[in-house]
Each structure stands twice: as structure tokens, then as C-alpha cells.
């Protein structure tokens, strides 16, 4: 029975980092969408400044 915790207690360690790895990079994903929309909000902002005072 020893042998079989062990593995138990294996897998679940085994689970445990696959799923600080994915948190890692769902977060890491999360920023750089974060980074992207700050971006793009950034370039649209002066063109909806722009186009009022074009017309």
C-alpha cells in the first residue's frame, strides 16, 4: 500500500505543477492582451481626435 500513496502522491504532485505551469502561462497570455488592447487603444486615440477636427 506504501507503494501505492507514493504513486498517488506522485501523480498529484505531478498534477499540481501542470497546473501552476498552465496558470503561469494563462496569466502571462492575459497580460500580453492586456499590453495589445492598451496599445491599440493608444494608436486609435489620436485618429478619433484627428477626425472631428478634419471635417
Do not use: F, H, W, Y
Not at 8 to 31: H, I, T
Request: hydrophobic share 35%; net charge positive; proline share 4%.
Amino acid at each position: 500500500m506504501n507503494r501505492q500513496t507514493s504513486a498517488e502522491d506522485e501523480k498529484r504532485a505531478r498534477l499540481a505543477a501542470a497546473l501552476r505551469e498552465n496558470l503561469k502561462r494563462r496569466k502571462a497570455q492575459a497580460r500580453a492582451r492586456r499590453v495589445e488592447g492598451a496599445a491599440v487603444e493608444a494608436d486609435e486615440a489620436p485618429q478619433a481626435q484627428a477626425d472631428p477636427d478634419r471635417s
